[in-house]
T-cell receptor, first 114, second 116 residues
Framework: QKEVEQNSGPLSVPEGAIASLNCTYS??????FFWYRQYSGKSPELIMS????GDKEDGRFTAQLNKASQYVSLLIRDSQPSDSATYLC??????????????FGTGTQLKVEL | NAGVTQNPKFQVLKTGQSMTLQCAQD?????MYWYRQDPGMGLRLIYY???????DKGEVPNGYNVSRLNKREFSLRLESAAPSQTSVYFC???????????????FGSGTRLTVV
């Protein structure tokens, strides 16, 4: 079982719709979770982080966390063509020697169609 | 504020050649990381440095070495390049040594390496 799993997609949604991206993780001890967006040929950029069970909203983005189910999701409301990208889920681990490490899923490709 | 700077941006190597990928951050971050990204494999951790003076292996360290030169700089060296090392390499940094409120990474723009 992969540590962080995502459906690779592509996920196609019409402009203005809600896009729902999902992620599951295997380490029950994980405390913090991140969503990154990566445009083709570019580096990942942080969209949101979430640490507590429930929802966290930031503009058109909502991250949802359910630690009991080991499940993280990202909702994008009013999807725009500029949202077309690959979305990476990442799970944090605290290292024994200090610092932290992110483990990434393989990403879900989102396509927002006009 | 440049963030994380990687050099070079593109490189073609012949099998057996060596090279060093450079990475520098100006955010006073404690932790630095090297990842490689391959189609269908996602980002995989090669090496990391939790703080200045320490380095540790990640998931895929074979064929690579690293040096944390100072707090700002973290280099990745390929001693004898192989075609399997063709990939996009990303350096990243994070504050690291804080309570778990924000461990997000800042990524460099990447190095696209082809080994022929």
């Amino acid at each position: 079982q992969k540590e962080v799993e995502q459906n690779s997609g592509p996920l196609s949604v019409p402009e203005g719709a809600i896009a729902s991206l999902n992620c599951t993780y295997s380490d029950r001890g994980s405390q913090s979770f991140f969503w990154y967006r990566q445009y083709s040929g570019k580096s990942p950029e942080l969209i949101m982080s979430i640490y507590s069970n429930g929802d966290k909203e930031d503009g058109r983005f909502t991250a949802q966390l359910n630690k009991a189910s080991q499940y993280v999701s990202l909702l994008i409301r009013d999807s725009q063509p500029s949202d077309s990208a690959t979305y990476l889920c990442a799970v944090n681990s605290i290292l024994a020697g200090g610092g932290n490490k992110l483990t990434f899923g393989t990403g879900t490709q989102l396509k927002v169609e006009l | 504020n440049a963030g994380v700077t990687q050099n070079p941006k593109f490189q073609v190597l012949k099998t057996g050649q060596s090279m060093t990928l450079q990475c520098a951050q100006d955010m006073n971050h404690n932790s630095m990381y090297w990842y490689r990204q391959d189609p269908g494999m996602g980002l995989r951790l090669i090496y990391y440095s939790a703080s200045e003076g320490t380095t540790d292996k990640g998931e895929v360290p074979n064929g690579y070495n690293v040096s944390r030169l100072n707090k700002r700089e973290f280099s990745l060296r390929l001693e004898s390049a192989a075609p399997s090392q063709t990939s996009v390499y990303f350096c990243a940094s994070s504050e690291g040594m804080r309570p778990p409120t924000d461990y997000g990474y800042t990524f460099g723009s990447g190095t696209r390496l082809t080994v022929v």
